[in-house]
């Protein structure tokens, strides 16, 4: 009586895995794929919702610029004390400010294959903030799209884009 298994039967189980690998992988990518994307959307309806306490802050004036989840950044100071002293004219700062200020948190948007960007001082005031996926597979089927955040704070897919 032989004890053991043969080459043949451990090769053969070890094909059957592969096998089940395979069908799993592209299921695991598009799972991950699904997650950046909804952490992205609630990223996007936090950053609008900070432009909206920003803008009742300073009383007007909206940030310009643009945050991408894969790059690291420093914050300073909140310039929000400064800037009223130096020049009340001045309304509108930078999107970095949003953090700087704590209006929100890079935790949110740390490692999200996105570039998220205000766009209310654009033509087109019905959107407060576009996120768009860089060209990156982690971002999976929506890295060719963008979205915006509206005021009502609905996420919509970017038809144009």
Known sequence: MQKGF??????AVMLVIAVIASFLVP??????A???YQRAKT??????EA????YRDRKGGLPSGSVNGMNTYSFGACPKDSWMEEDPGIKSGDVKDLFACNYLTWKDFQGLPYTFEPVAT????????????????KAGRYKTQAFH??????VEEDESF
Do not use: P
């Open 6 to 11: 043969t080459l043949m039967e451990i090769l």
């Open 27 to 32: 299921a695991v990518r598009s799972a991950r």
């Open 34 to 36: 699904e997650v950046a």
């Open 43 to 48: 990223a996007a309806i936090k950053m609008a």
């Open 51 to 54: 432009m909206r306490s920003y």
């Open 122 to 137: 654009s033509e087109d005031r019905s959107k407060l903030v576009t996120f768009t996926a860089l060209d990156d597979a």
């Open 149 to 154: 955040v509206t005021h009502d704070m609905k």
